[in-house]
């Protein structure tokens, strides 16, 4: 599959610190950093922009806030084509936090918003394009809207200046004839925009999901290495690398930071198919009742945590 | 996704066993048939049929042989609705060591076989049909062969009187549109003929290419409980059950095994998405070279791997 407006945009530090508080060494930002620009990734999105109130130091690592020095640390001053990129959750950022887009490492904010947020995404996206970055809006848990409040969001993201708007599968719920409507719905409501794609594997079904987005016009693809990420996790970047047809892409600096990165860190973090996670994304649920469930001391009693999900009904 | 013609067979045992010699417990098989007839699966693979001359059983266990003996210390009667297959492959069986079928345990004989042997496929298929079972033939490795001697095989299978063929992807290097492409080409060669998939997940595809397998009308879903398998596994049963919308499926005797057996499996058997099996996938391989390595002492390093499957150049 090769389409030269397709860009993949790597989160494996931004997604995959959800589950460490992005408590990540150096030494592994950098990597990933390093086999992202000889990977040819596009985009590598380091962390959150968050501001200071929202979150305590003591908490959580320095990619919740993607500060310049914490950048210029990794990335230096980032001669490569690799461009970076942070996410801004509605309502955990101040405006004023985030510097004018000449002063910053930083080229790209995407705005994570829930339907209901939409206004307030578009006025902060707008703030940042006026600030100069690359912009995206991530439209999140679409799979629980009703058709009218998705319907109505779109046309105001149609109307807005952001270029580019993601659909977001955030509870891993969905499967290829679901993706395929929505993107039909993307497309005629908010004609002209580029689309993104943003996975979870809850059911395997992110990298195939993915593909799905992509045969449908999608050109904005995230993924994490060996698929890290919240819960289930992501679309693998190496797999997707290695089905782009596109010759910038190799794999090989990918898969030298899972055997020296990802691996190690699967002792400690519980990424990936585990059926806690696999269930609530049958449900169409969010992950949290299945991130405190893998937390707790029951984690493999799965039989458990399935009738706690469905007061003894059947699935 | 519900349509009632839709069979699940679950070859977790015959499948899995790939991966250890069919050295399993007798607790293990029975709380994998146990848990197939309270989850409402269709048929259980318990094993394969193989000839006493082909195999020793200093180093393969009973599945490999499926004597009536073994079958019924595990099923008794099978006084259920499950029904058991068990596997045959081309030149590993003489004809008579199978039972006639009214003296048998099992319902339903697959063959498994290369397209070269479609000839012998199909007078071995015909042979079962003929002493009673239920049978297909498996078609395996089609990813490789090309469009010519494809479709022969598949024009002689149409005039055969096997009712039921599978579209087998043995390398687990496909993905929805070549799924979608040979189902087509599967359905125009054979009209008439219930059509079966077989998919491996060496790029988290199986439960995806089984999905497309259903929405293009394929009836018969191989699965296996947690994608055990031969290298990277299959398509996982409770996914698979989940999805589809039928009532008598249920998860729950299925995460009971899963907990009580497939997990602390995984601490001696390392089925699932590694990345040698995924490189084999991406690259149309065999997985038989990325087994050997898992099997070897430098198995986490998947750059090495790469280099050797690629000779150097790029995936």
């Known amino acids: 599959m090769f389409r030269k407006e397709i860009k993949v945009l790597d989160c494996t ?12 060494t150096d030494d ?92 307030k995404a578009i006025w902060l996206a707008e703030h940042c394009l006026d600030k100069g970055y690359e912009v995206t809006i991530n439209l999140m848990a679409v799979s629980t809207v009703i058709e009218r409040d998705l319907e109505e969001a779109l046309i105001d993201l149609s109307k807005s200046r952001v270029p580019t708007i993601y659909l977001v599968d955030s509870f891993g719920s969905m499967y290829c004839e679901q993706i395929e409507d929505l993107v039909d719905k993307y497309q005629k409501f908010m004609p002209g925009k580029t689309l993104g794609v943003h996975m979870h594997n809850n059911m395997q079904l992110a990298f195939s999901n993915t593909i799905t987005g992509i045969i449908k016009g999608c ?13 289930a996790g992501n679309c693998p970047t190496e797999v997707l690398l290695s089905f782009l047809k596109n010759p910038k892409f190799k794999i090989k600096p990918i898969l030298k930071v899972i055997q020296e990165h990802l691996i190690p860190m699967q002792k400690d973090i519980d990424w990936g198919y585990f059926m806690p996670y696999m ?37």
Chains 1, 2 share one sequence.
């Open 219 to 231: 050109n904005m693809l995230d993924s994490t290495f060996l698929g890290i990420g919240r819960g």
């Open 28 to 119: 592994f930002v950098k990597d990933v950093y390093n086999a992202c620009v000889a990977s040819g990734v596009d985009y590598m999105e380091i962390g959150y922009k968050s501001s200071e109130k929202a979150f305590s130091r003591d908490e959580v690592g320095a990619w919740k806030f993607c500060e310049e020095k914490d950048l210029r640390r990794i990335v230096g001053d980032n001669n490569t084509s690799l461009k970076l990129a942070a996410m801004a959750d509605i309502g955990r950022i101040e405006p004023e936090d985030i510097l004018p887009a000449e002063d910053s490492l930083l080229d790209m904010i995407r705005v994570a918003a829930y339907v209901h947020q939409t206004d």
């Open 279 to 315: 269930i609530t994304g049958a449900l169409n649920q969010h992950p949290r009742s299945a991130l405190k469930w893998m937390a707790g001391d029951k984690k493999d009693n799965y039989v458990a945590f399935y009738e706690q999900m469905t007061d003894k009904n059947d699935l």
């Open 13 to 24: 530090v931004r997604d995959g610190g959800l589950m460490n508080n992005w408590q990540f």
